[in-house]
């Protein structure tokens, strides 16, 4: 049971819940990114992820490590879908086990926004009148200092 | 032989998602120079990281027959 994974079908919550749930834990948090169908007044037809397969796979597992570190006795999961997702369709379920709720809920914040920040993984939207891959969510495109932030607090 | 992977707008710029060099030793800013040049596109690299077998490396990191190289245009995932 991978619990850092890049899958190119739907994802099911309750198997990412699965792999968390434990004696230990209190608490359950997810998180489910699901595709938008409206950007910014433009409308998604429908989207393609693309990932650098092995390297996701252990940047996501590095994710876990972090949460591990920040937040003891906590547990991780995360399943991110690539290929062609329709508008709603799941493209990223997260969910982090913790003693506490309150843990759960900031390790699960912290999880998506460094998925954004150090996962391989790409955007391409195809809109009615076109498509491009998009690159600066963060606005992060240049990457300030030349590489993504390890170690800074992104959980404020 | 020294393998690099290119993703995403880059691979498509590039028309390939995989290019072996035939160098025995390399930096990864040489490797940037030749693509460039191959592409003949000296923006190329503007905002792009770079990875060497899975883990970011910078400009400096020599790499060697084996290694793999890819280069990571900023990423959207989530």
Excluded at chain 1, 27 to 50: C, D, P, S
Excluded at chain 2, 48 to 73: H, K, Q, R, W, Y
Aim: glycine letters at 6%.
């Amino acid at each position: 049971m991978k619990r850092f994974e890049i899958v190119t079908g739907p994802i099911l919550v309750q198997d990412i819940i699965d792999k968390v749930i434990r004696a230990e834990a209190g608490a359950v948090n997810t998180f489910i990114g699901t595709v938008r169908e409206l950007t910014k007044g433009k409308r998604t037809v429908f989207l393609k992820y693309e990932a650098y397969i092995p390297m996701a796979e252990r940047q996501l597992a590095k994710i876990g490590d972090e949460i591990s570190a920040r937040w003891p006795g906590s547990r991780t999961a995360i399943s991110h879908r690539i290929g062609s997702l329709d508008i709603s369709d799941i493209a990223v379920v997260i969910a982090v086990s913790t003693p506490h709720r309150a843990e759960a809920f900031d390790a699960c914040r912290y999880a998506i926004e460094r998925i954004k920040e150090i996962v391989p993984i790409w955007k391409k939207e195809h809109w009615d009148n076109g498509e491009m891959w998009v690159g600066d969510q963060l606005e992060t495109a240049a990457y300030s200092k030349g590489h993504p932030e390890s170690e800074e607090d992104k959980n404020d | 032989m020294i393998k690099v992977l290119l993703f995403a707008g880059m691979q498509e710029r590039a028309g390939t998602a995989e290019l072996q060099l035939d160098e025995v030793r390399l930096r990864i800013s040489d490797i940037k120079s030749a693509l460039e040049k191959k592409y003949d596109s000296p923006q190329m690299f503007i905002g792009c990281l770079s990875a060497v077998n899975e883990e970011f490396a910078d400009d400096d990191t020599e790499v060697s027959t084996g290694d793999t190289v890819a280069f990571i245009p900023p990423v959207s995932g989530g």
